[in-house]
């Protein structure tokens, strides 16, 4: 099976702080997606990767910024934290471009600005 | 721009009972059907997908129909157990590979 596992659960910081959040998959997919949930908004699309070093903007890139070094592992930055910045923040991989396959998630970071 | 929409946004049914959820789209040339399970406190799970040239696919108690004429697909549950409660989202693949998510459906099963 895969796995899709994000370093924190629950994470709580600061206005202005720079924030980290790390995703790593153990399938070699080459697709990656950072994803936020908020209520009455659904799933929205950050940013997303199709291969190391690679990124592409997705609905929301305002405030955010990504990393994508390793095949297995992207990284999610907020540069500059702010309060409407808190939400839980999904992270998915899927096999390849063009591929019709499935998104696998992890279990999400709830992230707190205060 | 693409939009998909679902129906119901909630859904309350008796135990053992069938519920149904749609999901309508817009881009005509959209090749990948997936629906996804979100249990509290998890992140989104695939439970069933069906693609373009396959009009229904069945596991167990969930089926998946297509119709692509009038561009939409429905998520069907038999024989509804608790666990079932959850939330429910479409997620049409477009034409250009991108994916969009449906806004949710949230199911109740009342034992």
């Known amino acids: 099976d895969v796995k899709v596992t994000q370093s924190s659960r629950y994470l709580v910081k600061r206005t202005g702080e720079k924030v980290f959040l790390e995703c790593v998959q153990d399938m070699d997919h080459e697709n990656m997606f950072w994803y936020r949930q908020d209520p009455g908004l659904g799933l929205r699309l950050i940013y997303f990767?199709?291969?190391?070093?690679?990124?592409e903007k997705g609905d929301i890139p305002e405030g955010y910024s990504v990393s994508r070094e390793k095949k297995e592992r992207f990284s999610l930055i907020l540069e500059s934290a702010s309060t409407n910045q808190t939400s839980m923040y999904l992270c998915?991989?899927?096999?390849?471009?063009?591929?019709?396959?499935?998104?696998?998630f992890g279990d999400g970071t709830r992230l707190s600005i205060l | 721009g693409e939009n998909v929409e679902q129906h119901p946004s909630t859904l309350s049914v008796q135990e053992g009972d069938s519920a149904v959820i749609k999901c309508t789209y817009s881009d005509s040339a959209s090749n990948y059907f997936p629906w996804y399970k979100q249990e509290l406190g998890k992140g989104p799970q695939l439970i069933i997908d069906?693609?373009?040239?396959?009009g229904e696919k069945k596991d167990q108690r969930i089926a998946v129909t297509l119709n692509k004429t009038a561009k939409h697909f429905s998520l069907h549950i038999t024989e509804t157990q608790p666990e079932d409660s959850a939330v429910y989202f479409c997620a049409p693949k477009t034409s250009y590979d991108k994916v969009i998510f449906g806004p949710g459906t949230s199911l109740s099963v009342i034992p």
């Open positions: 990767s199709y291969d190391v070093k690679m990124k």
């Open positions: 998915a991989s899927s096999l390849a471009h063009y591929s019709n396959q499935p998104q696998h």
């Open positions: 069906i693609r373009s040239n396959v």
